[in-house]
Nanobody, 115 residues
Framework: VRIVDSGGGLVQPGASLRLSCAASGFTFTSYHIKWYRQAVAKERELVALITKDGSNTTYADSVRGRFTISRDDVKFEAYLQMNNLKPEDTAVYYC?????????WGQGTQVTVSS
């Protein structure tokens, strides 16, 4: 199983970013995909989840209405569209899949929101 995160960067408050998660090594369409984030000196938190068939999504209260998770089952990719970014969104973002009872993580992509 391999997961590669990308798309982070330094942006100003109110800007948008789209994170990408490229997955391989497992049947992509059989698994839910999650995005987590971890800020400095804080625990890793679940930001968004999309079910294996793409029919349902859930979000942390702090990002609901601003972030959108999606997936492309042809490309074996998942995305996190982040709009109206705030300084408190600054963190390393990780894509995650729970495959055969083991959590697999991307390497993380840094998102920094600062003026």
């Amino acid at each position: 199983v391999r997961i590669v995160d990308s798309g982070g960067g330094l942006v100003q408050p109110g800007a948008s970013l789209r994170l990408s998660c490229a997955a391989s090594g497992f049947t992509f369409t059989s698994y839910h995909i999650k995005w987590y984030r971890q800020a400095v000196a804080k625990e890793r938190e679940l930001v968004a989840l999309i079910t294996k068939d793409g029919s349902n999504t859930t979000y942390a209260d702090s990002v609901r209405g601003r972030f959108t998770i999606s997936r492309d089952d042809v490309k074996f990719e998942a995305y996190l569209q982040m709009n109206n970014l705030k300084p408190e969104d600054t963190a390393v973002y990780y894509c995650n899949v729970l495959y055969r009872r083991t959590n697999y993580w991307g390497q993380g992509t840094q998102v920094t929101v600062s003026s």
